[in-house]
């Protein structure tokens, strides 16, 4: 069982930069692939980024490429979402997941364990 709290959310400014961070319990952490996901307001919830459990494999929604940058730190049983140059359609309710696994996955169907969400809100 892994539980996972998401912390970072908070409300910026077009262009601006936030760091979402998502704490793992458990002893496994490393084995798993982590991912990011956002649901706005009336829409499905997506995909932003993936991270394999080795650290050097990610994965990116094209929307956010070049802008976004997900990492860990397995010794603090972290997950990070590094956002830069935000813009209002980044506004939404950002999740972090975990599925046990050693591939990159990018389908909520998935995930086996999902944080509570933190609130994104960028204003124009």
């Known amino acids: 069982q892994v539980q996972l709290v998401e912390s970072g959310g908070g409300l910026v400014q077009t262009g601006g930069s936030l760091r979402l961070s998502c704490a793992a319990s458990g002893r496994t952490f490393s084995s798993y692939t982590m991912g990011w996901f956002r649901q706005a307001p009336g829409q499905e919830r997506e995909f932003v980024a993936s991270?394999?459990?080795?650290?050097?494999?990610?994965q990116y929604a094209d929307s956010v490429k070049g802008r976004f940058t997900i990492s860990r730190d397995d010794a603090k049983n972290t997950v990070y979402l590094q956002m830069s140059n935000l813009k209002a359609e980044d506004t939404a309710v950002y999740y972090c997941?975990?599925?046990?696994?050693?591939?990159?996955?990018?389908?909520?169907?998935?995930?086996?364990?999902w944080g509570q969400g933190t609130q994104v809100a960028v204003s124009s």
């Open positions: 997941a975990a599925k046990s696994g050693r591939a990159l996955y990018a389908a909520t169907g998935n995930y086996d364990y």
């Open positions: 991270i394999k459990w080795n650290g050097r494999n990610t």
